[in-house]
C-alpha cells in the first residue's frame, strides 16, 4: 500500500473541481488518477485512471482537461521522462507530448494553446527551466493544411500554363 498525495488542482469550466495524484512508496505505473469533486454537492468521484506519478492539471483553452506526468515509468523506473496527456470529458487519456519534459512538475497552458512546463525539478541546482511548447495541431488540421496545400498547387499549376496565341491569316 503506497501513500498518495494531491499534487495538482484545478477548476473546470462548469466549476468541476479535479485533483491530480501522485502516488507514494513504490510509485506503481499507472496507479494514479484524477478526481473530480462536482459543484455545489462537493461529491468525490475517481475521474480518470492509469496515470504514473502526476504533478499537475490545466484546461487549455480548447476546454480540454491536461495531466502532467513527472515520470511514466515511475519514479524508480530507469527514465526520468515525464509527458503531458489530453484527458477527454469522459476520462480517457491520451499522451499529447513528452520530448524533453524530464522530471516536469508545473504545467500552465497559455490563451495560444502553448504549454508552459517546469523540468528538471529533480536535477542539480541552477539546472531547472521552463519550457514553452507550441500548441500541436490535431491530425484533422493537418489533413486540412495539406489537402489546402494542394489546391493551392493546382490552382497555381492552371495559372502558369502558357498562353497559346492565335494567329490570323489574312
Do not use: C, H
Not at 473541481?17 to 469533486?37: C, D, K, M, R, W
Not at 511514466?72 to 499522451?95: H, W
Not at 484533422?140 to 494567329?167: C, D, E, H, Q, Y
Amino acid at each position: 500500500m503506497s501513500d498518495s498525495v494531491s499534487t495538482g488542482v484545478t477548476v473546470g469550466p462548469d466549476g468541476t473541481i479535479y485533483v491530480a495524484e501522485l502516488t507514494g512508496f513504490p510509485f506503481t505505473p499507472g496507479a494514479a488518477q484524477i478526481y473530480s469533486i462536482a459543484p455545489g454537492t462537493n461529491t468525490v468521484s475517481v475521474f480518470a485512471t492509469g496515470f504514473t506519478n502526476l504533478t499537475d492539471l490545466a484546461f487549455g483553452p480548447d476546454g480540454s482537461l491536461y495531466a502532467l506526468s513527472y515520470d511514466t515509468t515511475g519514479i524508480l523506473g530507469p527514465d526520468v521522462g515525464g509527458a503531458i496527456f489530453r484527458v477527454s470529458g469522459s476520462g480517457v487519456s491520451e499522451n499529447i507530448f513528452s520530448a524533453g519534459l524530464i522530471n516536469p512538475t508545473g504545467l500552465a497552458i497559455g490563451s495560444d494553446g502553448s504549454f508552459y512546463v517546469t523540468t528538471n525539478s529533480r536535477g542539480a541546482p541552477g539546472t531547472g527551466q521552463v519550457l514553452r511548447i507550441s500548441a500541436v495541431p490535431e491530425p484533422a488540421t493537418w489533413a486540412m493544411m495539406i489537402v489546402g496545400f494542394g489546391a493551392i498547387g493546382v490552382a497555381l499549376r492552371r495559372s502558369k500554363r502558357p498562353a497559346r496565341l492565335i494567329t490570323q491569316q489574312a
